[in-house]
């Protein structure tokens, strides 16, 4: 809500955005081709990146250091959501190898496993938690201090969280090795090795990650917990994860990021995550691209009401563009995802804006459509809401 | 005492890369396949070096278990994308267009390798090709599969089926009738994968009119087997979701324990795609799955 009384909704992104082929191409050691250089030259221009010529002549030098392309990665990143109008930002991860791969490689008690389908194409590295895990080094400190002195606009932190990072690794280390085979192992055992793998990562990897990280001045850390639903017996591990995470850390809000559920199963397990202010969540993916703000027109909105009756009256994070597809929302279409949940809430105050997920499955060209679109129809949204009110109170 | 490897195998890394590069327009379709045929020749030459019975393909191109049907049957579309069981991995969900899809011509060698003999190939079961597209198991069975299982001469079909262990309420009636349509033809075994088969059991599952069932023996007790089980069982020894190499002497010394609930006929296999692990550790359970056998024997 704005100063005077008008809906002004708060637009964010969520994460990830794809690496350009001068950064990945520099990091595996490879030569670049002259479209590499004049899509640097082309971004730099489009979105307004100082200095971006000193890359293009970076890139034109046979040495070139991967680390400082990252950096020119992050400005360009941090440059095309300013530039597309987002609020809160973030770098589009482009100094982190993956979400999962990069905290795992800054933790000890981790081994790797290798490289595990996602879907299609896309691919995840997996680690094996193989004895006791701890934190290396804090690893967004130095990304947040670089984006600190980049960005123009205010800067959101996504860090991955302590159930996705067990979820997500094989337990080499609390399971049993041997004596599984004939239904040896009960669920419960099952569960029970899960939470002290969480449990763990939260104490010792994610909560340093965070105190340091509020040292340094961080105001808003989403806590990304893709996997918070994978295993529908163990949402309470989730939960007891994200507390034991934040519990007591002042200065800073904390909000989470889910995505690709069925997010029915969160309840009522997240009553008990009150330190959560503001739940990021993809519905795009399961929604219709008809215009309309009826609950017939939006299928994939139906579930947010339960997010409304939460008794911390959180804010919602709506996600409004589906990151797996090349079709670009039109403005109209994001304009009409946003009064439906508007009207559902009854508090525009509690809905803030953005994609599904991270977009780094989507091109650059994509990525900025979608963004762009996004911003324009919150700005619609705001329209029509403040034209209404404007005329209800004539 | 047989064993094989039915369902998705894992892609090496260098297909791996080559798929990535392909999304990325920086490599074509063309070195993907060449990539997909090494990985295959690498799999069959481990299944022959480890001694298994029927040789599988691995389903390398496969975007999911779905998805080749999906997309070649009139009436099937792809759905959202969605995960797969309590698994990080993803598929389209099959959404249905009518109440009676099917499939106008059977899938070519690109998604069934030819193989030698003797060899198996994997399709999904109607129940689970069904499951939330909005139509019913036989219709799917009669349009969609039997074309494909008529048209393929494998020793056996393996029917995948991960949902039923899981579902809330089975109609096993209905899965049966299913399953009829798509007899006559080669040997079927339903493989119900990762999850607990006694409550099917209990329901009759070992009744299915099929010659063989697949059990997940890491979720499901060794009793829940019914005296006088006189059908193939396709009994899940490697874990498919964890990465811990499992002992063969420990699998050897389980097999008793079926022969002594009346189990005559087993085939050792996974408890569900191997694709949950990555090419290296999948290989290596292949490996140590032929050694079990050996020592079982």
């Known amino acids: 809500m704005s100063t005077n009384g008008d809906v002004k909704f708060l637009t964010h992104e969520v994460g990830s955005l794809a690496k350009p082929p001068w950064l990945v ?34 890139l034109q030098q046979d040495e070139r250091d991967a680390d400082e392309i990252a950096r020119w990665a992050s400005r360009y990143c941090v440059r095309l959501q300013e530039s597309a ?49 701890s934190l290396g080094e804090p690893y967004h400190n130095d990304e947040f201090s670089f984006l600190k002195s980049a960005a123009k606009h205010d800067l959101k ?86 507390n034991v995470s934040v519990e007591g850390l002042e200065g800073c809000t904390f909000s989470t990021h889910l995505c690709f559920s069925d997010y029915n199963l969160f309840f009522p397990a997240i009553e008990g995550m009150a330190g959560c202010r503001q739940y990021c969540v993809g519905f795009a993916n399961y929604d219709t691209t008809e215009l309309g703000t009826s609950g017939a027109d939006r299928p994939g909105y139906e579930v947010i009401s339960k997010w409304r009756d939460l008794p911390y009256e959180p804010i919602l994070g709506l996600g ?37 997920c991270g977009l780094r499955t989507r091109s650059w060209d994509v990525a900025y459509e979608k963004l762009r679109n996004m911003v324009e129809g919150t700005r619609l949204a705001e329209e029509s809401l403040n034209r209404a009110h404007a005329g209800a109170t004539k | 005492m047989q064993a094989f490897v039915p369902g998705l195998y894992a892609r090496s890394e260098a297909l791996v890369q080559a798929t990535r590069d392909l999304d990325r327009g920086r490599t074509t379709q063309q070195a993907v396949d060449e990539q997909v045929e090494r990985d295959l020749a690498e799999l069959i030459t481990v299944q022959q070096a480890s001694g298994l019975d029927l040789l599988a393909d691995g389903m390398l191109r496969w975007q999911d278990v779905f998805r080749p049907f999906v997309e070649a049957a009139d009436g099937l579309d792809t759905g959202a994308l969605t995960r797969f069981l309590d698994t990080n991995t993803f598929f389209r969900a099959p959404s249905a267009t009518t109440a009676t899809p ?44 039997k074309p494909q299982i008529d048209s393929t001469d494998a020793e056996l079909v393996v029917l995948e089926e991960p949902f039923l262990a899981r579902a809330e309420s089975v109609d096993l009636n209905g899965v049966g009738e299913a399953l009829e349509k798509l007899g006559g033809g080669p040997k079927l075994a339903l493989w119900v994968t990762f999850g607990d088969a006694q409550p099917l059991f209990e329901q009759g599952l070992a009744d299915l ?38 002992d063969p002497s420990e699998i050897a010394a389980f097999v008793p324990q079926l022969h002594e609930r009346g189990v005559q006929e087993i085939a050792l296999v996974p408890n569900g795609d191997l694709q949950y692990v990555s090419e290296p550790v999948a290989r290596d359970k292949v490996e140590r799955l032929g050694n079990a056998k050996e020592a079982a024997a």
């Not at chain 1, 490879?30 to 970076?58: F, N, Q, T, Y």
């Not at chain 1, 929302?329 to 994001?334: G, I, K, R």
């Not at chain 2, 019914?226 to 979701?241: I, T």
Request: contains cysteine; glycine residues 8%.
């Open chain 1, 25 to 58: 191409k520099t990091s595996a050691g490879k030569p670049l081709e002259e479209s590499d250089i004049e899509h640097a030259r082309v971004w730099g221009e489009k979105v307004g990146v100082d200095g971006h010529e000193e890359l293009v002549d970076l």
């Open chain 2, 209 to 246: 009119p099929v010659d063989g069932i697949g059990v997940d023996f890491y979720a499901t007790r060794v009793n829940a087997i019914p005296e006088g089980f006189d059908k193939l069982l396709l009994a899940g020894v490697l874990d498919a979701r964890s990465s811990v190499p499992e």
């Open chain 1, 157 to 242: 932190i996504p860090i991955t969280g302590a159930y996705t990072l067990a979820v997500w690794s094989y337990d080499e280390h609390h399971l049993p090795k041997s004596g599984r085979l004939g239904g040896g192992l009960s669920r419960k055992d099952e569960v029970d090795a899960r939470r002290e793998l969480t449990l763990d990562i939260a104490r010792n990897i994610i909560r340093p990650n965070l105190e340091a990280l509020i040292d340094l001045g961080a105001t808003w850390i989403q806590i990304d917990e893709p996997g918070a639903s994978t295993e529908e017996d163990e949402l309470d591990v989730f939960v007891e994860s994200f």
């Open chain 1, 320 to 356: 409004v563009t589906d990151i797996h597809t090349d079709f670009i929302e039109s403005p109209e279409l994001v304009r009409d995802r946003i009064l439906y949940a508007v009207d559902v809430f009854g508090d525009a105050s509690r809905i803030h804006v953005c994609p599904d």
């Open chain 2, 102 to 145: 099917a499939l106008p011509q059977a899938l070519n060698g690109r998604y069934f390798a030819p193989l030698p003999a003797p060899r198996l190939v994997t399709v999904p079961s109607p129940f689970a090709l069904a499951q939330g597209a909005g139509v019913e198991p036989k219709a799917v069975a009669e349009g969609v599969l």
């Open chain 1, 85 to 133: 109008g987002v609020d809160w930002i973030w770098d589009g991860e482009q100094q982190r190898s993956e979400m999962y791969a990069w905290a795992i490689a800054h933790s000890k008690g981790f081994e790797p496993r290798g490289t595990v389908r996602s879907f299609d194409n896309k691919y995840y590295s997996k680690s094996a938690a193989v004895g006791p895990v």
